[in-house]
Every structure is written in structure tokens, then in C-alpha cells.
């Protein structure tokens, strides 16, 4: 760590970020490692960091622990595996008695904080009462995005400079004594400068900065994230975590002279006894190794089972009389179970799961859209634009959001007028409720019946600088991208469906996170619409014909959304397929809503207050009231269960239970020897897949900090993040009723492929390999030609052996639904579903 | 009728009492009781007042039950029914049935789902005490229900630091509204000689006929009641709890804090309004806090970026409107506004997390880039320091702070010299010396049998004092509150011709409470060391049941009506004397700051973020 006897502000800015949350506002929630900061570190090094700095709960607890295993969800032998691992074969049976002893969790005892808490003990004066508060209130002021009917006066300069601007030209202000007030306007007042007045010492200024900012990481992570991508807010701001740590400084400088006068040091003058350093190197405890073991344990207990599952003989379904439909869909954890129900219906057809943004890389504005929109996984920087054109008028308006509610006069005419209104609509909102105006639904994102501008015309034709559609080369990329990765080469069948995904809440702060992570948080519809029109092109088909993918003149793609939340499908351009095609069509909506209404069904066991055991139409119903309930704050469970990502062959998975855990790639080692379209795939699962896998791991072990809490009290800020209360900091991470149900295990990818195909495609981007070698992901491989599988460890393939000894086969999948609304183990399917 | 209004009340009562029975893990029970309670209730309600409508809207009056009567005293429960009653009671229950139904999906699996509901019946029962209440003591039965089920409420989430904050804040507000209300059934005790029922109130003539002969006790009274309605309905100079209040579950937000609770000063403006419609001054006063609270309230509004402060600055701005209307006779527009109002914003609230969907896809389709406004300079520093003090909510808070709460606690702070060893020389002797006295009081000149009452409840005031700002010792502060009760029981039985039953009375709930919380601090201080009230240290995390039996302790110490404390309260206060201003001014303090002592010691014994570690604990300003 950098030797801190000089103070480097660029250091400490640089470091600052690393560490903040990096969450952006709330309309562009894409998930991502909660502690990406320490990925730098082995999985269980870096927890046990992020644990002694930052005070962070990074494990279940002891006692879950051993009710888990009590329960038998960790195996006994495993666990004694782990141990040999860990720590060596002759401490098994030492360690299995210490896991077991009683009592003894983790104190929670953190570095931060510990320097700055020296102004309470000192001066019996609560210094963060009094700056927060004003610190909350001109951040939110100036970053609002539209809450406020009387904006923030000053919002084309710097926060720094509009605060000054604002101190000189009006007869109130923020800042209460001279000293500070001098230095709020001097511009070539430095942080080193302030913190010389605060701290002293200045060994101490990058730890006391830290403490500061580390006491609302939720508003300083936002501005760090602003600062990073100030087009992330629709009405731009020039903020930076500069401008913030000089105002705090000040205002604490200010607050500090207000209350003592000349009465006050600076911190390090008075200090008994220096706390410790920050980044100072720690001891591992024992207590950190029981933590490991028993993580360790508990998730190879589950992943056993999955590869037993995995490499059990099943009896899967043969499309004797050709193929009837395919289907692409998301690699989307919540996707799994509905592919179950349409292959059980219609034996003959074929899935396949790929990034839900199906190659479009692109930025999307809808028609009468102020502003384009990013479609593609967030990392990605699009060069083209898609266009909506579409005669739908604008959306509706709702007299409830309406600002003159709270001007005086207005107010008072409308409280006497609408307020009786409000209570009708109250009421038939509890008793029926029904999609309105306050609703995010997805399948607004794009009109069903606009056109969208595909197919770029002219090369000059620019907004902004991007390129609007797309040219015929490059769609033949993206196309034969999708199509190669998947293993859809030959044999396609007449009608080959695109489905992205989306989601439909109301009254949800939260709503982005529940859209398609690989289209930055949107739903899916126009990418899905985007690839058929482009896979339907005549000179992309013959391009692709070039390229050795033939498909048929007759065979046509058809791009549709499903609603995760409400268990629904729509298609879009259906009219411009054949009347043959059409009738076809026709068949296989049959299906697909029979299979939409099974879905429901087996979604609701998660849902206490929806009794699973009624007919699958009946619960669908149900199911569906819950995306427009303004009392619902569960419209669906999204991606609490997901735990695995399986990189292969459908029929690896197929009639296998993986109880909507696993996110699905479709891949086939056979036309891609060399590994190079899984080198893509991994670059996209690694992190979109770990990432969100993470922040449901972090957001459940501890809701506190690194959660959101409870949403009930949630209150929204400025439109870009929500608080508690009034006076609260924000709070990234997901809320509780997101991750309630979430077991707390690390991404497993299974990949079927050979194990030095793997190894050296893994080596080949530096991020992606990070993932793998520091173990913040699981790998396995399974060989496609030996059926042998190997477990990536400390950077090579070892040979795997499971322990499990097989595992169930059930037949009545329905009743097993019905039984519980626990997680399900991991069995095969002896008969067909329905 | 009469059977129903009492129906009315004891609904709610059977609701609640129901709930607690309940075990925590049946939710379907517990908001089945709830639901069906709120909703028997609603219906009840609109029946009833639907056939009073079509018999000619009369006006009913029922004396229920004396609680206790000496000579010239009598306390008793008195419901009273008329159309100001019947919209507000027709708003609650629609309201409530609502947020019930809606509470049950919404705090499904919630950790406190059972408090919530058990909270709710609580608070939903004092709603009813208070709007048919038909004497100032029922009303101050019901009153004391609604701040402490408010308290609960804003503090639902108690194992953080701002909820629990911000619910001493609001409670040490309405603490300020109990004192006015306190001095008006005393001045009102005086002024009539008897415990006045509303429907007094009405007679034109006996309310002129008394004003005229004590026109400034009149005025007082007035005022008083009028600091009760300010402080409950978050006027100014104290509208900067009710935002603060946005503490708990979106729900109960909507119902309590922007629309039924905060509505209640306007009621209780309501209800007295015959007893001051004839003082001009009085009216002229109330007119000009509404219109002060409007705008300044309606400015902070307006720049207010978080949703549900904006929400109730917007309530409290139509509310100060409602003060106006009231105070110029408006009775029937004041009414309707208040319905609109209540409805609006609790629905605004309820849908407050929509928002961000609605607005940002407003801001995505509409957006225009703001054009800078150009100001002369004088014109755009006014603007900007409009601006700035608006955002800052007009500095009340710390107004509020600084001129109330910050002298009680230099106050106190002064008091540094007494500690376990000075009270047991000083005060024991002295109370006993006190009590000698009393049994040869007739011996004693009469100069000094007068001022020693005043001593004695300086004394006690001094205890209390000393409670509120101490830090470390917590079975100490809680026994200074008990000696302060002796020292007024002392004091007042010195005053005046006292009833050993009285004393009996008051000192019995005291005792029994004081009791039972010193063996809950006992038990606690053998597991727990460390015990100071630096910090706050969250036990209810491990100890529940300790936890609420010394709530329950500390409300029997304050005089709520758990015990008969309460009455003995009232008793006390009428034997004080019009012309006894500081002795009155004593055992009124001693009463407000007992109750913030005791407030503050259960909440950072037993609530705010958990000292110990071994578990997640959410961060300071979260």
C-alpha cells in the first residue's frame, strides 16, 4: 500500500473511488461486485479485508452455518474435504470439532471511521449531525432530476463554484463564520490546506478523508459515479468527489468555528493514541478460516450435486418428425423454467439461451425521446442508433404526480377537488388493481406496432455522432455472432423466435434492476425485434450463406418479449410473415401461453400470499395482479435463486431440475474447437453473471451496509437514488425483499468444453481471467468427448470427483412444486412435465 | 344511537386488545384481526352516520363513566358526536380500512409485522378516543395514545440511529402540545369549577358569562390550546417534525404523518372553537400562524428534492390554509378541506416510489435544458436567499433547539454535583425533614408553609433535571425520576387540602412502575456492563420482552394512562392554585421533562443500532 508519510490528494481521489460503491442512479441499476474493489485479492483474503476495514458482514453467520448443515444442504464428507484443503489432512478432525464449538461469531470491529470518532470523544459534539445535513441537502438539490418545482438556482456551473456563486449572491448560505468563508472563496484553497486545519497531522489525511467519506458511502459513491459518467443523468451536472470532500472539509471547518471559536485543535494535536492505519496489514484469524471452510462446504455440497446432475443418463425427447420451432432466449436465470415447459409441451422444438441483447450492440430512442437510450451490456460503447418511429401519442398523465399539488393555492384547490378523487382511486387500487400511469412495464419500452430504422441507408446518416442502423457487413457479423455461439447452424426450423425479456412493476424504485442486465438494465424487445429483421434480410442471408450458414429462403425469424413478472409473451412484425407462417404461429402461441400459465405456477411458490396448489390458469392471474399492485413489494423474485451458469449443449440440462438457478448458454465445443466463441461468451457471463451473482451474495449476508434494507421506508431522492427517511444517506445494493430468499453461493460456470481449450481462452483477457484465478467465481469444465470434468484451482484443471452418490428422479414434478417454497435439490425428470 | 357511539369506541379497544393476543408468526391472523376489526368499524361507521344524517345530524352527548370523584372533582369519560365527528370519523376508517388491506400485502414477511399491526390498532384506537372524546380528559387520554403509538411508529425501525432519533424529536414535540393541554384542563378547572364537557362549550351565554369575569384566564386557556393544535398539526414554529416523521413503513407514513395524525391540531380548533370564537385576539393569532406556515411551508415545498419531504410540506402548507379557515368560521369549508387533503396525501405518499418511473420517463420525452434566468442583481439575490432558506426549512429545527431544548440541558449540565452520594446525604434527609413537616404543618408560620410548597417542587424539578442530561448511571436517573414524583406529591400535599386517596392514587401507579422498571434496568445491568446513555445500545435486539415491560414502566412513570397515575396527574394540577404561577411552573416542567427523560432513557437503552457486533448493524445515517 502507498507509504502515507506525504498526503497525495491524486492518491487519495484515485484510491477513494476504488473503494466507494459504484452504483449509478437508479434508472440505469445494472448489477455488479458489491466489493469489486478487493477482487484484486483471493475471494476469501479479500472478504476478510473488506471485513476488518470497512466493518462489512461478509459470511452468513456461524449458526446458519450449522442449521444448513443440520438441514443436510452440506454434505458431511465434503466439508471434511474442504477442511483437508484448506488446511491440510491432519487437521480435519480438530477443525470438524472447532466448526461445531458454540458461540463465538465475528465481532464486527472496522478501521473506519475510528480517526474521525475522536471529535465526539473529544468535544461531546456530534459533528456529523450537523454537516450531514447540509451536505445531503445541497447534493440532492443540485444533482435532482426533477423532484424539486423550484430547481437548484445555479446548474451549469461546478458544485463548488455554484455554492460560491450562491454564498455571494444572497443574504443566507450554508457557511456561518469567516474563517471558512474566506476559504469557500479563495479557489486555490486545496483539500491539503483544509485538512491541515482539521487533522494536523499529515499522516493522517488520506485515513481521515477515508472515515469522512466512508460515513455516507452511498452519496460519495454516486458522485464518484456522476463524475465517471456525467451522461448517466438525463440533465447533466458538473460534480466531482473533489468538489465534494473540499465542501465537506469546509463545512466542517465552519461548524467546528461556529461551535468552539477558537476553542478547537486540530484532531491529530489532541489524540491519545493513533488508531490504526487504514491499509495496514492484518492477521488472518482462525475465525476467518472457519468462515471459508464452511462457505466452501456449503456451496461444493450444492455444486456436487449439480455436476452429478449433470452427468446422470436422461431420456430426453428426439425430434423424430423435424423440428418444429426454435427459440432463442436470454441467458436470463428466470428463463429456464419456461424453455422446460415449451420443450415439454412440443417435444419437437429446441431452445437455446444467449445474451439477451443478441449481439445488437447499439443505443436506442424511442419516438418523441429526448434522449437515446444504451441497449447493450453496460461496458460496451455503442456506435449505432436505432430508431422508433411509431404514431402513438405520448403516454398517459396521472394528476397525482402533478407539481402544482404542493403549490399553495393550486394545492389548496386541488386538495379540496382531486383528494376526494384520490380516495376512489385508492380504493379500487387495493381492491382491483390494474396497470396506470405510475407502472414501469415493460413492454412500454417500445410501441408494438412502430417500425424501427434497421437498416442503415447512408453511411453520413449520423445523431450525435452515431451511425443510425445498421450495415448489411455488419449485420452478417451479428447475426452469424448469435448463431455460431449458440451451435444453430443447420437444421433450422420454419419459424425461429428471438424472445428478450423484461419486466413490469409498480410503485418500484428498483424497476431497471429487474429488466435484462445485457441491455443495461431496458428490457429486451428492441434487440429481439432488431436481430429478426436483421437475420431476416435477404443480404445478410446470403451473406451468411457465404459464410457457411445456410438458412432456408422459407425459415423466418420472429422477435417477441416475455414479461418475466406477469408471464407474458409479445411478438412483433407477425404480420409480415406468410399467411403459412402465420398459422404456424398461431399453433405455437397455443404453447407457449399454456406454458406461460405453468411458469406462473411454478414461480408462485415462492409467493406465500398465492396459493400455488389452484389451477395453472387461475395462479397465472394471480401472478399477473402482483406487476401493477401498488402494495406489492415483490412483483417477482428476480434473480434471488440464481446460483449457475451452464456454458454448453441444451441436452446437458435438458430434463434435469436446476430449479431456475442457472443462467443458460448455449454453446457447442463441437463447431468451435478453438475456443473462440467462447472467449466472448466468457468476457459477457464473467461479469454480468458474477456481477450480479455478487450483489445478491453481498446484499444478503449483510443488508445493513452492503444492502439497501427494508424498501418499505424507502424514500426517493432527486429521482436518482432513494434513502431512508428525509435525513438519510442513499443506499445502493438491493433491497431486503429482493434477496430474502437468496442462498448465498458463488457462481458456478460449467463449461463443456476440453479443459487446455478452456485454460487458454480464460488467459487471454486479463478481467475476465481475475474472476477465475481469484475464485470470486467457480469454474468446472465438463470434456464434451470424456464426460471427465475438472475443477479450476489455483490457476490450472484439476480432475473431479463427486461425492454425491446420485441423485433422485421424480416423476410428479407438479406435486413437488405445490409441496414447498424452498429451494429445490437437484433431481432429473423421469416424465414429461405436463 | 348512544350504543353506537360507544360501539365506535370500543371497536377499535376489542381490535387491539385481539391483536396482542396474537403469535407473531401468524400474519394472516393478525392482519385478519386488524382487517376485520378497521373494517366492522368502517362499516359501522358509515351506517351510523348515513341514519344520522336523514335524523336531523343532532348533536349527542354521552357522560359514560366516572373514573373518580372527590368533592369539586370529578374525572370521567364523556363521547361526544357531532358532524365534526362524523367526518373525521368517516375519513379515519376509510382511511385505516385501507392502509390495512394494503399494509397486509405490503409488510408481508416484514421483521416487526405483528408491532406494525399491534401499533396501528393502538394508534387507530386513540384516533377514535380523541374524535369523540366530549371533555378535555378523554381528549387527553386519547391525545397521550396518538403520541406514543406515534413514537412507536416513526421508531418502527428501531435498530437504526435517524428513525430513533427523529422519534424523540417528534415526541419531545408533542410533549410541548401535552403541556398546553395540561394548562388548559387546569385554567379550565378553574375557570368553570368543574370538568367542562364540549357540549358546555356551546352554551353561547355560560361561555361569554365566564369570559367576561376572567377574560385573561380565558385568553390564556385559549392559547394554550391553540400550542397543543401548532404542535400536533406541525405549524409553525414546528414544521419541521412532520417531515422527519417519514421514519417508517410508506404506509404508515401516509396515514399518520400526512393525513389522520397531523390533522388533529385542526381538530382540536374545531372542537374548542366556541370557547374562543369570541376572543378576537385569539382568532387574529391563529390566522396569522396559518398564513405564516402556509407560505413559508409552501416554499419549502417547492424546493424540497426528496419525495416525501415535499409531500408533507405540501400537507402542512393546506393545513395552515385549514387553521385560516377555522379560525374565520369556515367550519364546513375547513371540514371538506381537511378530508381532501387527508385523502390526497396519503395517496401521494402511498405512490411515492412510482415517482421515478413516472418522472423520469417525463423527463425522458419532455425534457427541455433549462434556460438561466437573468436577474437584476438585487432581484436575483432575493430569489437566491428565498431559495436558500427554504431549502434549509426556514432554520426551525435549530431555532426549536436552541431556544427550548438547549437551556434544559445547559440547565441540567449545571447540576454536575450531584451524584449517588450527594442524593443520599442531601435529598433523603430533606424529604424526610419534608415529611415531618407535613405531619406538623399546622405548627409551621403561615409565610413559610406557603413557600415551601414551591421549594419542594423546585426540588423535584431539579431531580428530573438532573435525569435528563445524565450520561452514565441509568439506574440513578430512573430513581431521580421517582424521587421526583415523591418531591411533587410532596410538594402539592402541602399545597392544599389534599386527600390521602388523591395521593394514594397518584403515587400508586408511580410506585408499582418505578418498581417493576428498576428490576428490568437490575436484570439487564447484571448481563449487560457498561450500561451508559452516551450512546444509544439497542438491547431490544436480544431483549424483546424486557424491552416492552419497561416501556410500559417508563409510560407508568410518565402519568399515561396505564395506571392511575393518570388521573392522580390531573388531581394534582387541579390543586394548584391560578395565583401559584411558579409552583405551577415547577410540576408543570417536572411533568414535560420527565417524560423526555424517560423517552430518552428507554430509547437508548433499548433502541438504535445494537452495540454489540456479532450481526450486520446499519450504518449511522442510513
Known amino acids: ?148 418545482l423550484w430547481p437548484f438556482p445555479i446548474h451549469h456551473m461546478t458544485l463548488l463554484e455554484a455554492i460560491r456563486h450562491l454564498e455571494k449572491n444572497s443574504f443566507s448560505g450554508f457557511f456561518r463564520t469567516d474563517r471558512a468563508r474566506v ?87 489532541t489524540l491519545k493514541q493513533r488508531p490504526t492505519a487504514l491499509f495496514s496489514d492484518f492477521e488472518k484469524t482462525e475465525l476467518d478460516d472457519l468462515y471459508a471452510i464452511w462457505q466452501e462446504a456449503y456451496e461444493w455440497s450444492y455444486y456436487d450435486d449439480v455436476i452429478k446432475g449433470l452427468l446422470t443418463e436422461r431420456e430426453l425427447p428426439d425430434a423424430k418428425n423435424g423440428i418444429s420451432f426454435q427459440a432463442f432466449f436470454c441467458i436470463d436465470d428466470r428463463e429456464i423454467s419456461l424453455r422446460e415447459y415449451i420443450e415439454n409441451l412440443d417435444p419437437n422444438c429446441q431452445t437455446f439461451g444467449t445474451p439477451g441483447h443478441f449481439a445488437i450492440d447499439t443505443y436506442y430512442q424511442p419516438q418523441h425521446g429526448k434522449f437515446h437510450t444504451k441497449i447493450c451490456p453496460l461496458p460496451v460503447t455503442p456506435k449505432h442508433l436505432i430508431c422508433e418511429e411509431s404514431d402513438q401519442g405520448k403516454h398517459k398523465k396521472d394528476v397525482h404526480f402533478n407539481k402544482r399539488a404542493h403549490n399553495l393555492f393550486s394545492g389548496w384547490i386541488i386538495a379540496q377537488t382531486v383528494g376526494f378523487w384520490s380516495a376512489f382511486k385508492l380504493f379500487i387500487n387495493v381492491f382491483k388493481p390494474s396497470i396506470s400511469p405510475a407502472s414501469a412495464s415493460s413492454f412500454r419500452h417500445m410501441d408494438q406496432f412502430s417500425s424501427l430504422t434497421v437498416v442503415n441507408a447512408d453511411p453520413k446518416n449520423k445523431i450525435d455522432g452515431l451511425q443510425v442502423g445498421y450495415s448489411v457487413p455488419e449485420m452478417i457479423d451479428r447475426v452469424e455472432t448469435v448463431l455460431k455461439s449458440t451451435g444453430l447452424v443447420t437444421n433450422f426450423a420454419p419459424l425461429i423466435y428471438v424472445i428478450g425479456h423484461g419486466a413490469s412493476s409498480t410503485n418500484n424504485t428498483h424497476f431497471a434492476a429487474y429488466d435484462c442486465g445485457a441491455c443495461s438494465g431496458r428490457p429486451g424487445s428492441v434487440n429481439a425485434r432488431v436481430f429478426s429483421i436483421m437475420a431476416n434480410h435477404p443480404d445478410v442471408r446470403s451473406g451468411l450463406a457465404a459464410r457457411g450458414i445456410s438458412i432456408p429462403e422459407k425459415s423466418k425469424f420472429l422477435g417477441g418479449l416475455h414479461d418475466t413478472t406477469c408471464d407474458d409473451f409479445h411478438f412483433y412484425d407477425v404480420e409480415h410473415l406468410s399467411t403459412e407462417l402465420q398459422s404456424i404461429h398461431e399453433k405455437n402461441t397455443v404453447v407457449f401461453s399454456r406454458a406461460l400459465n405453468l411458469n406462473a405456477k411454478e414461480r408462485s411458490r415462492r409467493f406465500d400470499l398465492v396459493n400455488t396448489k389452484r389451477d395453472a390458469a387461475d395462479v397465472h392471474k394471480r401472478v399477473r395482479l402482483r406487476s401493477v399492485s401498488l402494495f406489492e413489494p415483490r412483483p417477482e423474485y428476480n434473480h434471488a435463486t440464481n446460483t449457475l451458469c451452464v456454458i454448453g449443449r441444451r441436452e446437458l440440462t435438458q430434463k434435469l ?121 467457480h469454474l468446472v469444465v465438463i470434456d464434451p468427448e470424456t464426460g471427465r470434468v475438472f475443477r479450476f484451482l489455483d490457476e490450472k484443471f484439476e480432475p473431479y470427483q463427486t461425492v454425491s452418490s446420485g441423485i433422485a428422479s421424480v416423476s410428479d414434478y407438479a406435486a413437488m412444486i405445490e409441496s414447498t417454497a424452498e429451494n429445490l435439490p437437484v433431481f432429473t425428470l423421469k416424465n414429461q412435465l405436463v | 344511537m348512544n350504543l353506537f357511539i360507544a360501539l365506535l369506541v370500543l371497536i377499535p379497544l376489542s381490535g387491539f386488545l385481539l391483536s396482542l393476543l396474537i403469535p407473531k408468526k401468524n400474519e394472516n391472523a393478525i392482519s385478519g384481526v386488524s382487517f376485520g376489526s378497521v373494517g366492522i368499524h368502517f362499516l359501522v361507521s358509515a351506517g351510523f352516520v348515513g341514519v344520522w344524517l336523514f335524523s336531523g345530524m343532532e348533536t349527542f352527548n354521552l357522560k359514560e363513566f366516572v373514573i373518580y370523584s372527590t368533592d369539586g372533582y370529578e374525572f370521567f ?28 400485502y405490503y409488510m408481508h414477511r416484514e421483521e416487526g409485522y405483528k408491532r406494525f399491526f399491534n401499533t396501528l390498532l393502538f394508534f387507530y384506537l386513540g384516533y377514535n378516543i380523541t374524535i369523540f372524546s366530549g371533555n378535555f380528559e378523554t381528549l387527553f387520554l386519547g391525545w397521550e395514545i ?112 400526512s393525513s389522520l395524525s397531523v390533522h388533529i391540531g385542526a381538530f382540536i380548533l374545531l372542537r374548542t372553537f366556541p370557547f374562543w370564537e369570541h376572543q378576537p385576539v385569539v382568532r387574529v393569532i391563529v390566522i396569522a400562524i396559518g398564513l405564516v406556515t402556509a407560505v413559508l411551508a409552501s416554499f419549502s415545498a417547492r424546493v424540497q428534492s426528496s419525495v416525501k419531504a415535499q409531500v408533507a410540506y405540501s400537507s402542512v402548507s393546506q393545513i395552515g390554509i385549514i387553521f385560516i379557515e377555522i379560525a374565520c368560521g369556515l367550519e364546513v369549508l375547513a371540514l371538506i378541506h381537511f378530508a381532501g387533503n ?44 428565498l431559495y436558500l432558506m427554504s431549502l434549509k426549512e426556514w432554520g426551525l429545527d435549530s431555532l426549536v433547539f436552541y431556544y427550548l431544548w438547549a437551556p434544559v440541558k445547559r440547565a441540567g449540565n449545571m447540576l454536575g454535583f450531584i451524584n449517588q452520594k450527594v442524593a443520599l446525604i442531601i435529598f433523603v434527609p430533606l424529604f424526610t425533614t419534608g415529611c415531618v413537616l407535613l405531619i406538623f404543618q399546622d405548627e409551621i408560620p403561615a409565610d413559610l408553609r406557603h413557600t415551601l410548597p414551591v421549594v419542594f417542587a423546585f426540588t423535584g424539578l431539579i431531580l428530573s433535571l438532573k435525569s435528563f442530561v445524565k450520561r452514565h448511571d441509568v439506574r440513578f436517573s430512573w430513581l431521580l425520576i ?108 417536572s411533568f414535560v421533562i420527565n417524560g423526555l427523560a424517560l423517552i430518552r432513557l428507554y430509547a437508548r437503552i433499548f433502541m438504535g443500532p445494537h452495540i454489540k457486533t456479532d450481526h450486520p448493524i446499519a450504518g449511522r445515517s442510513t
Open chain 2, 482 to 589: 421517582f424521587q421526583n414524583h415523591l418531591w411533587i406529591a410532596l410538594a402539592i400535599t402541602f399545597n392544599a387540602e389534599f386527600d390521602y386517596l388523591d395521593m394514594v392514587l397518584y403515587l400508586s401507579g408511580v410506585i408499582f412502575s418505578g418498581i417493576v422498571g428498576f428490576f428490568v434496568l437490575r436484570w439487564l445491568g447484571r448481563r449487560e456492563t457498561n450500561m451508559d446513555l452516551n450512546r444509544f445500545q439497542g438491547h431490544s435486539y436480544e431483549y424483546k420482552k424486557p424491552a416492552l415491560l419497561f416501556l410500559l414502566s417508563c409510560l407508568g412513570m410518565a402519568g399515561f394512562p396505564i395506571t392511575p397515575a393518570f388521573v392522580g396527574e390531573d388531581l394534582i394540577f387541579s390543586h394548584i392554585e391560578v395565583n401559584q404561577v411558579l409552583l405551577l411552573l415547577f410540576v408543570a416542567l
Open chain 2, 146 to 257: 396518538l403520541g406514543v403509538s406515534s413514537f412507536l411508529l416513526i421508531a418502527f425501525y428501531r435498530d437504526r440511529y435517524l428513525p430513533v432519533k427523529n422519534a424523540m424529536k417528534v415526541f419531545s414535540v408533542y410533549r410541548i402540545g401535552d403541556i398546553g393541554l395540561i394548562l388548559t384542563m387546569w385554567l379550565s378547572h378553574h375557570l368553570w369549577h368543574e370538568n367542562i364537557t364540549f357540549l358546555q362549550l356551546n352554551n353561547e351565554v355560560s361561555v361569554s358569562h365566564h369570559l367576561h369575569e376572567h377574560a385573561w384566564i380565558g385568553l390564556f386557556a385559549s392559547l394554550l390550546i391553540l400550542l397543543a393544535a401548532v404542535a400536533k398539526s406541525a405549524q409553525f414554529p414546528f414544521s419541521f417534525w412532520l417531515p422527519r416523521a417519514m421514519e417508517g413503513p410508506t404506509p404508515s407514513s401516509a396515514i399518520f404523518y
Open chain 1, 183 to 269: 476559504l469557500l472563496h479563495d479557489q486555490k484553497t486545496t483539500i491539503k490546506e483544509l485538512l491541515k486545519i482539521l487533522v494536523g497531522e499529515e499522516s493522517l489525511f488520506e485515513q481521515y478523508v477515508f472515515d469522512q467519506q466512508f460515513e455516507h458511502p452511498g452519496w460519495s459513491g454516486l458522485v464518484a459515479v456522476i463524475e465517471e459518467q456525467p451522461q448517466t443523468l438525463l440533465d447533466q451536472r458538473k460534480i466531482s468527489l473533489h468538489d465534494l470532500i473540499l465542501l465537506e472539509l469546509m463545512l466542517e471547518i465552519d461548524t467546528m468555528d461556529h461551535r468552539f471559536g477558537a476553542n478547537w485543535k486540530p484532531l491529530a494535536h
Open chain 2, 77 to 104: 369519560i364523556d363521547l361526544y358526536f357531532d358532524r365534526i365527528t362524523a367526518v373525521y370519523l368517516l375519513v379515519g376508517s376509510l382511511l385505516t380500512f385501507l392502509i390495512t388491506v394494503y399494509s397486509r
Open chain 1, 1 to 148: 500500500m502507498h507509504d502515507s508519510k506525504g498526503f497525495d490528494e491524486h492518491h487519495l481521489l484515485h484510491n477513494l473511488k476504488h473503494y466507494l460503491p459504484a452504483q449509478a442512479p437508479l434508472k440505469d441499476f445494472v448489477h455488479h461486485n458489491t466489493l469489486h474493489e478487493f477482487q484484486d485479492q483471493k475471494f476469501h483474503d479479500g472478504l476478510a479485508m473488506a471485513s476488518k476495514m470497512l466493518g462489512y458482514k461478509v459470511y452468513l453467520s456461524l449458526n446458519e452455518y450449522r442449521n444448513l448443515y443440520n438441514a443436510g444442504k452440506i454434505n458431511p464428507e465434503i466439508l471434511k474435504q474442504t477442511i483437508s484443503r484448506i488446511k491440510g489432512p491432519d487437521q480435519v478432525e480438530g477443525y470438524l470439532k472447532k466448526l461445531f464449538q458454540p458461540g463465538h461469531n465475528q465481532q464486527l470491529q472496522k478501521r473506519i471511521g475510528a480517526l474521525r470518532a475522536h471529535w465526539k470523544d473529544q468535544y461531546h459534539f456530534d459533528l456529523n449531525g450537523r454537516v450531514h445535513v447540509n451536505v445531503f441537502r445541497i447534493l440532492n438539490s443540485y444533482l435532482d432530476q426533477g423532484v424539486a
Open chain 2, 342 to 385: 387527508a385523502f390526497l396525501r396519503s395517496y401521494q405518499l402511498l405512490v411515492s416510489p412510482s415517482v421515478v418511473t413516472y418522472l423520469i420517463r417525463e423527463q425522458f420525452y419532455n425534457f427541455k435544458p433549462r434556460e438561466e434566468i437573468r436577474l437584476s442583481g438585487f432581484r436575483q439575490k432575493m430569489a437566491n436567499t
Open chain 1, 657 to 777: 431440475c436446476l430449479d431456475r438457478r442457472s443462467f443458460l448458454n448455449s454453446y457447442d465445443p463441437t463447431i468451435d474447437p478453438e475456443g473462440r466463441y467462447l472467449l466472448g461468451i466468457l468476457n459477457a457471463a464473467a461479469p454480468v453473471c458474477g456481477g450480479i451473482n455478487l450483489e445478491y451474495y453481498f446484499s444478503r449476508v449483510d443488508n445493513h451496509k452492503l444492502g439497501a434494507g427494508s424498501k418499505l421506508p424507502h424514500n426517493v431522492m432527486g429521482l436518482i437514488g432513494v434513502a431512508n427517511g428525509i435525513e438519510g444517506d442513499l443506499r445502493p445494493g438491493l433491497p431486503q425483499q429482493m434477496i430474502e430468499i437468496h442462498d448465498p453461493l458463488r457462481l458456478l460456470i460449467v463449461v463443456e468444453q476440453k479443459p487446455e481449450v478452456v485454460l487458454k481462452t480464460i488467459r487471454l483477457v486479463a478481467a475476465t481471467y481475475e474472476w477465475f484465478k481469484h475464485e470470486w467465481i
